[in-house]
């Protein structure tokens, strides 16, 4: 129907939309259904123009609304994580050196983490105090971290890449303290004791 007046044109237009939205609905459902390869074939050739698309209705979303955003991305990650970490591997596998660097930036922020929570801020050697962050690590208060690593399925010899992120995803658990690699090793040659303490009795 063709209105002289078009506001009432319009007005015309919106109520139809509205009374047939469910319809419409179905019939579009339906036309993705049986029309799985064309579409996919449509989406191939316009593949630049529709992502234009969907970055500036992303980006006008955010503006909109941020939290409901990051709570339906976390909800949308939540879901699709099998197919996130497929995309994942596909990405980093034809492109290893973004993934090197990720990694390493990944690990120095876990560790900051891990150490900040284990040796106070800024994190310190919990027997001689030595401050410099490459000479810090994480020790097993009991001396049983192998021991406790096998039990957890690790590889001891892996563990200090591991650590951070066991010791993030378990909530920080207790037994563990910030030492330099001087008096962890020091404490493990010498039973369980770093020879500065020996000294001191
Ligand atoms: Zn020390
Ligand atoms: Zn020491």
Same mark, same amino acid.
Request: a positive charge.
């Given at each position: 129907?063709?209105?002289?007046?078009?506001?009432?044109?319009?007005?015309?237009?919106?109520?139809?939309?509205?009374?047939?939205?469910? &319809?419409?609905?179905?019939? +579009? /459902?339906?036309? !993705?259904?049986?029309?799985?390869? #064309?579409? *996919? %074939?449509?989406? @191939?050739? &316009?593949?630049?123009?529709? +992502? /234009?698309?969907? !970055?500036?209705?992303?980006?006008? #979303?955010? *503006? %909109?609304?941020? @939290?409901?955003?990051?709570?339906?991305? +976390?909800?949308?990650?939540?879901?699709?994580?099998?197919?996130?970490?497929?995309?994942?591997?596909?990405?980093?596998?034809?492109?290893?050196?973004?993934?090197?660097?990720?990694?390493?930036?990944?690990?120095?922020?876990?560790?900051?983490?891990?150490?900040?929570?284990?040796?106070?801020?800024?994190?310190?050697?919990?027997?001689?105090?030595?401050?410099?962050?490459?000479?810090?690590?994480?020790?097993?208060?009991?001396?049983?971290?192998?021991?406790?690593?096998?039990?957890?399925?690790?590889?001891?010899?892996?563990?200090?890449?591991?650590?951070?992120?066991?010791?993030?995803?378990?909530?920080?658990?207790?037994?563990?303290?910030?030492?330099?690699?001087?008096?962890?090793?020091?404490?493990?040659?010498?039973?369980?004791?770093?020879?500065?303490?020996?000294?001191?009795?």
């Amino acid at each position: 129907m063709v209105h002289k007046d078009p506001e009432k044109g319009k007005e015309y237009r919106r109520k139809w939309q509205r009374e047939h939205r469910e &319809n419409m609905r179905m019939a +579009n /459902k339906k036309y !993705r259904q049986t029309h799985k390869d #064309k579409i *996919k %074939e449509y989406i @191939e050739k &316009n593949k630049k123009r529709i +992502n /234009k698309y969907k !970055r500036l209705w992303r980006a006008k #979303k955010r *503006k %909109e609304n941020p @939290e409901l955003f990051r709570k339906k991305l +976390n909800d949308w990650r939540a879901k699709n994580i099998e197919r996130i970490r497929r995309q994942n591997l596909i990405y980093h596998k034809a492109h290893p050196e973004i993934r090197r660097r990720a990694n390493l930036k990944h690990r120095h922020k876990y560790r900051m983490i891990v150490l900040v929570h284990y040796g106070g801020n800024p994190p310190k050697c919990a027997c001689c105090g030595e401050s410099e962050i490459k000479f810090l690590t994480i020790d097993h208060i009991n001396n049983d971290g192998a021991k406790q690593w096998r039990e957890k399925g690790f590889n001891p010899r892996l563990r200090s890449s591991y650590i951070a992120d066991y010791l993030i995803t378990n909530n920080f658990p207790e037994g563990f303290q910030v030492l330099c690699y001087n008096c962890n090793c020091g404490k493990a040659k010498n039973n369980g004791v770093c020879p500065h303490k020996q000294q001191k009795i």
